[in-house]
T-cell receptor
């Protein structure tokens, strides 16, 4: 069974631009969660989507947004990029709600975003 | 809010040495606990998880972890490490309620010397 895939793998943008990242979950998984990983802050939860609805949101500004499509694929958008947005953005999928506690998240390889 | 701490930032061991990585969390309710590993150049993989039952859980590659509720701890152990265990290890906590997100610890980098 194919794992979680993320595109693109690498991205370079300049301050002020916007970016869209894509995540395709494992087949049959309905939940997609997004995380930001940086050397200073570690892994931080951005948001979770389940059945096309945002179910949970971390402590990030409104410039970070996302959506999920009917096939469970998800996109994350960051507008007005700042230098501090440079990070590895990870996507994770699970069968049910990640927050249900009885499910396991499977992570993708991430998208490395560099903001110049 | 939940928080997760990991005792060591970087651990260096020789092959065949025993490993114990500490993880403590701050949350008074029911929690689910995880250890993830990130090998160099690879994505995060689940090592083991605890939801309920036997507090000693066994994972892949010979790893095990013990949940001690009274100490709010979930330490990871391996009796004899190999060079291939060199990686970053993350402890994560998730409260057993819908809408509670995952909180990850800062990670512990393990370097195993051949």
């Amino acid at each position: 069974k194919a794992g979680v895939t993320q595109t693109p793998r690498y991205l370079i943008k300049t301050r002020g631009q916007q970016v869209t990242l894509s995540c395709s979950p494992i087949s049959g998984h309905r939940s997609v969660s997004w995380y930001q990983q940086t050397p200073g802050q570690g892994l931080q939860f951005l948001f979770e989507y389940f059945s096309e609805t945002q179910r949970n949101k971390g402590n990030f500004p409104g410039r970070f947004s996302g959506r999920q499509f009917s096939n469970s694929r998800s996109e994350m958008n960051v507008s007005t990029l700042e230098l501090g947005d440079s990070a590895l953005y990870l996507c994770a999928s699970s069968l049910g709600l990640a927050g249900s506690g009885t499910d396991t998240q499977y992570f993708g390889p991430g998208t490395r975003l560099t903001v110049l | 809010a939940q928080s997760v701490s990991q005792h060591n930032h970087h651990v260096i061991l020789s092959e065949a040495a025993s490993l114990e990585l500490g993880c403590n969390y701050s949350y008074g309710g029911t929690v689910n606990l995880f250890w993830y590993v990130q090998y160099p150049g690879q994505h995060l993989q689940l090592l083991l998880k605890y939801f309920s039952g036997d507090p000693l859980v066994k994972g892949i590659k010979g790893f095990e972890a013990e949940f001690i509720k009274s100490k709010f701890s979930f330490n990871l152990r391996k009796p004899s490490v190999q060079w291939s265990d060199t990686a970053e290890y993350f402890c994560a906590v998730n409260a057993d309620n819908y809408g509670q997100n995952f909180v990850f610890g800062p990670g512990t980098r393990l370097s195993v010397l051949p």
